[in-house]
């Protein structure tokens, strides 16, 4: 063996052995990618020495399309055709598009088709292929530098992703040549940056507050596994929120008509901006706003306009550590993770909380990518004997519809997976042939509350009575957290399955909407719920008892005693649709149960199959 | 890549099939497991590896999550005994239990009227956790004696402090909102 070797800028010494793999942090302003040289995970540089890729695209006429720097420059040329900011639409609808409030910088084509299209001169892309340009920019840039093919790429994505998001990504990354070896979150992935740094052991809580959104995470670090413990967040508060809340007091201060002038406006949340910033450092500053007088803003003053925000982030960190089971006692190392975490009130709120100084020293902008291209250089087998491995969970529920526009929640926030959860339902007329299954994913009860994934018929039902069919509904989460369902008749076999694919997604602020809904209205759910459970109940009941008085009411029954039955139920039915009132529904189906025990003993004497069921204490348990 | 699926979750974390089981060696012996199956390790495998990598994983996290948790591994060690369960239909008869479940669930609504609601939550879930302790015990001598049925009506009873917990946790949740 020759003491120096010779080899190609960027090979490793053992080129059979080294095998390009790079670590991808999509970001919605800005995207980097990182890769692992001489065992020292680094953000690769453009040719001008820059990390951060703006997440920009421009199409041009006539032009191949450009991203980063160079397309940004053509923001105030052809706005139109500059396409920024795509993360906020991947994944999601072009209704749920039209029905979100925040602004979209750009255009989209009009048609009825499910997918949006952005309209660029180079005719329409949709949200996939736009991230797909920026990230074959990044494959680029990598392979140049590394000197070769990449063989692999883990991807980050918001905890907070959902199904139709994370699909729409891995699509993005295939478009662009990528092989994904996997999609991890990006909290997750900051404390496998800080994790391996540090070989420590313990709870690590990670604080990620970005711009727009804000995730915290309890990890658990044991052996060299990270385990994902729990993950929450809120979704719609980040950075922007601060200026916000710097440009309101600076309005009242100076003028309120500024609200109505757009581009005054823009002026007044930019120099709110720089303030924000220069706080950081300083303890006061002064606001510039053409036509008025400077404003002092102090830090104490600052701190005490986003007081709020920075408590609900920690509301949320209480419950992150409540779902992981655990005590903040017990958190061993807390990570920070995203610009807005360089808020001083931020880092003494959070430091406060726990009780322990944040981890701040990896920028908070690279920390993300080197966290995935240490995942990667792992996944490529660079590391052979390395013990490390990473457990994450889903980060919302997964459940399906079920009579009466309920969610049947079958995969709960928070587990662990690759994760398989099955369960059974039953068929709700006699007869019924098919049967309809709506995937949802959400932490609310009603099905209207819930993001709708997908839905698929199973059909060829045997035609049995209502009840008797077992319709087992298989959900299978992958380690990307994607998800596939299918549905099987456990006594015929009738099977069916669906691989959820991307035609929409929860929105950033829906998630976040839907999150804090859920736990704000727990209580009214649980009202409305157990109405509908009593009103599909009474159907049920009325169903069964009709289909029974039909076949054999007359043979079984005296007249006066078939009249007492029908009094009652049409009792019920009066109930069923004028009662808002569980209880009055509840005491109208025992009165039917009363007034027909008789005629179910004698039905049971006659050896034919009992249609009713009785319910009596389960209901308890509801 | 093989894995054997015919184990009972109990053997496959190399655990005495009992109750009692040491919580430090079931997270060794599933850390282990994971390091070996875990699709991560098979990221350049065939199909064939990287499908019995995912269905590997699946079940011993399955097998996992229903050990740690008492309620679900005390009714795992009944249906190792051909004990059937039937969610829609089975429940408890003990009218005096439920009777004071009702009552739980009763304060817990009504918590908003007290001085300290969060406070008076945490001694709901105190409570209600010794009572669970005790129904655990009562169980273990059940199962030890062989009483099928008697350790099934305190497998359906725990199963209502799972729910109770959840009310409590729901509950929590809907305060500290309203403390914002």
């Known amino acids: 063996m020759a003491l120096l070797q010779i080899s190609e800028p960027g090979m490793s010494t053992a080129p059979h052995e080294h095998r390009l793999a790079v670590g991808i942090d999509l970001g919605t302003t800005n995207s980097l990618v990182a890769s692992v040289r001489s065992g020292i995970a680094e953000a690769l540089v453009d040719d001008d020495g820059t990390a951060l890729l703006p997440s920009v695209v421009y199409y041009g006429e006539g032009k191949t399309p450009e991203v980063g720097a160079s397309a940004l420059e053509n923001f105030s040329k052809d706005p139109l055709n500059t396409i920024a900011s795509i993360k906020r639409v991947l994944g999601r609808s072009a209704k749920d598009i039209q029905s979100a409030n925040d602004y979209i910088p750009f255009q989209f084509e009009n048609n009825s088709d499910s997918v949006p299209r952005v309209k660029t001169a180079l005719g329409p892309r949709t949200a996939v292929e736009i991230s797909a340009d920026i990230l074959l920019a990044l494959k680029q840039r990598a392979e140049k530098t590394l000197g070769g093919e990449l063989v692999g790429a883990v991807i980050t994505v918001p905890a907070y992703f959902d199904d139709s998001q994370r699909q729409a990504t891995k699509d993005a990354a295939t478009l662009a040549g990528l092989n994904v070896y996997r999609l991890l979150n990006e909290p997750t992935a900051a404390a496998i940056a800080y994790g391996l740094d540090q070989s420590a052991e313990g709870v690590i809580a990670v604080y990620d507050l970005g711009g727009g959104t804000f995730d915290v995470s309890i990890l658990r670090l044991r052996k060299g596994v990270f385990e994902v413990m729990a993950t929450g967040g809120d979704s719609a508060l980040g950075g922007d929120d601060f200026d916000h809340a710097i440009a309101n007091w600076v309005i009242e201060k100076l003028d309120s008509s500024i609200r109505d002038d757009d581009i005054a406006m823009r002026r007044v949340l930019s120099s709110a901006r720089q303030a924000k910033e220069q706080l950081t450092s300083e303890v006061s500053t002064v606001i510039k706003v053409a036509n008025h007088p400077d404003l002092e803003l102090t830090r104490e003053q600052f701190d005490l306009l986003i007081n709020s925000y920075v408590k609900k982030t920690v509301m949320s960190c209480r419950r992150a550590l409540r779902d992981a089971g655990i005590e903040k006692e017990d958190v061993s190392e807390v990570v920070m993770v995203g610009g807005s975490t360089r808020v001083p009130l931020v880092r003494t709120q959070v430091e406060k909380f726990f009780a322990k100084a944040p981890h701040t020293n990896i920028d908070p902008d690279r920390v993300v990518a080197i966290g995935a291209a240490i995942q990667a250089d792992i996944l490529a087998g660079n590391k052979p004997g390395d013990e490390m491995l990473l457990l994450d969970v889903i980060p919302l529920s997964l459940g399906i519809e079920t009579m009466g526009g309920l969610v049947e929640k079958i995969v709960n926030r928070n587990t662990t997976i690759p994760v398989a959860r099955a369960q059974e339902f039953t068929t709700y007329k006699d007869g019924q042939t098919a049967m309809r299954v709506h995937v949802l994913q959400g932490e609310r009860e009603l099905v209207s509350d819930c993001r709708s994934l997908a839905t698929f018929d199973l059909t060829g039902l045997p035609p049995l009575v209502a009840g008797a069919a077992k319709i087992k509904v298989t959900f299978q989460v992958d380690a990307d957290g994607l998800l596939s369902v299918s549905a099987q008749e456990v006594n015929t076999g009738v099977s069916a399955s669906i691989e959820v694919k991307p035609s929409y997604g929860l929105t950033d602020s829906e998630i976040e909407g839907m999150l804090k809904a859920s736990m704000d209205n727990a209580q009214q759910d649980m009202i409305a719920r157990s109405l509908r459970e009593e009103q599909v109940e009474a159907d049920r009941v009325v169903e069964a008892l009709n289909s029974a008085l039909a076949k054999d009411g007359k043979q079984l029954l005296e007249e006066q005693e078939l009249e007492k039955i029908i009094n009652q139920r049409d009792a019920l039915i009066a109930a069923r649709h004028n009662a808002d009132n569980a209880e009055l529904i509840k005491q109208a189906i025992k009165n039917v149960e009363a007034a027909s025990e008789e005629y179910v003993a004698r039905r049971m004497n006659n050896s034919v199959r009992s249609m009713m069921k009785g319910h009596k204490l389960e209901e308890f348990e509801k | ?180």
Do not use: C
């Open chain 2, 1 to 180: 890549m093989e894995f054997n699926f015919s184990r009972n979750y109990f053997e496959l974390f190399e655990l005495e099939t009992q109750f009692h089981i040491d919580l430090v060696t079931l997270a060794d012996q599933y850390q282990a497991l994971q390091s070996q199956f875990h699709p991560d390790r098979f990221i350049e495998g065939n199909d064939q590896d990287k499908r019995v990598a995912m269905q590997a994983t699946t079940f011993i996290n399955e097998a996992h999550k229903t050990l740690q948790d008492e309620s679900s591994r005390a009714r795992y060690l009944l249906e190792l005994e051909d004990v059937h369960f039937n969610s829609e239909k089975d429940t408890t008869k003990d009218m005096e239990f439920l009777m004071a479940q009702m009552s739980l669930r009763e304060q817990i609504d009504e918590v908003d009227g007290q001085q300290d609601p969060l406070e008076s939550l945490e001694e709901l879930a105190r409570q209600s956790k010794q009572e669970k302790s005790q129904l655990i015990e009562n169980y273990q001598t059940y199962f030890n004696a062989q009483q099928w049925d008697e350790a099934k009506e305190i497998v359906l009873k725990l199963q209502f402090f799972t729910r109770l917990q959840q009310q409590i946790n729901q509950k929590q949740e809907a305060l500290e909102d309203q403390l914002l």
